[in-house]
Every structure is written in structure tokens, then in C-alpha cells.
């Protein structure tokens, strides 16, 4: 493993050891997802895909949507049931979909850099190289395909969310997931408009803290256990706080196997 993929696998179970130090319970529902978008990560960079429909179905997890909407329940408290999940699972998926396509149209300069630095080496994943390939058009032909595309997945999130309000008696968690997902699709739009990674700086906000502080001197904070007082029949943070009940390097380390795989080759694609 890469010395960048090892400090990113790192860092990876020391934020999964602190969710489940926090939250026991959500921290054992939340790895899984977490597991099956490193699985998929390595995957998607050894298919072929014959149209941007199926390389979206890959895609959605790729680009982290579900546990990404996880972390947003747990952060706001919202929990689902079976049936509901059910519910909104289409909805989701278009969700998923426009925060892939954002995310490919924003990083297709820096993935097509990449590909030329790495003498073609490292493979593109990204929906304009599909749409390029499948239809074969030219790169900014492709490129006004994905915008189009963009636009149908956010058309079509709004349709599907403007029917649910119109049923009898919706979910109000439902209801407020609905809203989540549409903030979580305008910040990674406004983020990817601004960040360091695709937008040119002559600063680094995430270098800078590393240069400045060192990456061993992240700040770990331990909020007071009131406010992890919860409605949710799941967990009881309050009776689950105290560090002592965990053994925080064990978990790092068990975190770390789990999550090791697949980082080689995210950090390949860490152009992304």
C-alpha cells in the first residue's frame, strides 16, 4: 500500500472508531455502508460500461451516496422505517445519480490530467468518458450530455418529490430526508464550484492544517452526553458515552483491515 493510501485508511478508522465510540449503535449499522463503498469503489475501475444508465447504477455508490445519507440521519436524527425506506428509495437513487454526475462534470479536467500524467494508464471513471466512448462523440459534445442529464435528474427529483407531498398523509420523516437530499445536492454543487480540488488556489486549506498542525494533531472532541439525548428507540447515547466501555486502538485497528481494502486504488483515483 501507497504511503497515501495507508494515511488515508488511517484516517479512515480513526473517524469510524469515533462514530462507534459516540454511538455505538449507529456506528455498527453505519460501517457496513461504509464497507460496501470501498467495495465498490475498487470494482467500478475493472467494468466496462455500455451506456451512462449502467454505469450510473454503479456509480450511485461509488460516489459514497448511501452512507453519505446515512451520516445526514444520524447527524439529524431522522430515522426510517423498513416500509418508508422502501418509500423513497427511487427517490434516493435520482438523489444519488445527480451527485454523481456533478461530481464527474466538475472532476473531468483533473481525471483527464491524471490519465495523460499516469501515460494512460490509470482508467478514467467518469460519465463523460462513458458518453464519449458509448456515443462517440466529442469531449464537449459529452460534456453538454452530462449537463443535460444533470438537469433531468434534478427535474425529475423535484417531480417525484412534489408527488409524495401530494399523498395522503406522507411521512413527516420522509418528508424531511426529501429536504436533506435537496440540500445535500445544492452544497455538493457549491462545493465542488469552490474547492480546493477542482478550483485553482494558491492555498490549500487541507494542506495548510497538515503543515501547520501535523496530521497526529487532529482535534478529537468528546461533546457532553445530554446532547446525544435521542427519540430513537435504536440507541441511548447517554448510557453508551463513556470511553472507558471501548477500547479505541483495538477499533482503530479492526477499522483499518476493513477499510484497507480497495485504497490502493482509490488512491489512484484520488484525482477524483
Not at 26 to 40: V, Y
Not at 108 to 130: H, L, M
Not at 262 to 267: A, F, K, R, T, V
Amino acid at each position: 500500500m501507497s504511503e497515501p493510501a495507508q494515511r488515508k485508511s488511517e484516517a479512515q478508522a480513526k473517524i469510524a472508531a469515533e462514530f462507534l465510540r459516540l454511538d455505538p449503535t449507529f456506528g455498527s449499522w453505519f460501517l457496513p455502508f461504509w464497507r460496501t463503498w470501498t467495495k465498490a469503489t475498487e470494482d467500478i475501475r475493472k467494468l466496462e460500461f455500455a451506456s451512462l444508465d449502467e454505469y450510473l447504477k454503479s456509480r450511485v455508490v461509488d460516489v459514497s451516496g448511501s452512507w453519505t445519507l446515512a451520516i445526514l440521519q444520524w447527524g439529524t436524527g431522522i430515522y426510517l422505517t423498513p416500509g418508508e425506506e422502501k418509500i423513497i428509495g427511487p427517490i434516493n437513487y435520482i438523489a444519488y445519480a445527480e451527485l454523481a454526475l456533478v461530481n464527474d462534470l466538475f472532476s473531468w479536467e483533473k481525471e483527464k490530467a491524471a490519465y495523460i500524467k499516469s501515460g494512460e494508464t490509470i482508467p478514467v471513471v467518469n460519465a463523460v468518458q462513458i458518453v464519449m466512448t458509448s456515443k462517440m462523440l466529442t469531449e464537449s459534445a459529452a460534456k453538454e450530455v452530462v449537463r443535460s442529464e444533470l438537469t433531468v435528474h434534478e427535474e425529475r427529483f423535484c417531480q417525484l418529490r412534489d408527488q409524495y407531498k401530494t399523498t395522503s398523509n406522507p411521512s413527516r420523516s420522509i418528508l424531511r430526508i426529501l429536504e436533506l437530499l435537496e440540500h445535500a445536492m445544492a452544497g455538493n454543487y457549491v462545493w465542488s464550484i469552490r474547492c480546493p480540488r477542482y478550483a485553482k488556489s494558491d492555498r490549500n486549506p487541507y494542506r495548510d492544517y497538515i503543515e501547520t498542525f501535523g496530521s497526529e494533531k487532529v482535534p478529537v472532541i468528546s461533546p457532553q452526553a445530554s446532547i446525544f439525548e435521542s427519540t430513537s428507540e435504536a440507541t441511548n447515547c447517554a448510557d453508551t458515552i463513556e470511553p472507558k466501555q471501548l477500547d479505541m486502538l483495538a477499533i482503530e485497528e479492526k477499522v483499518l483491515m476493513k477499510t484497507s481494502l480497495g485504497n490502493d486504488l482509490q488512491d489512484e483515483a484520488s484525482s477524483r
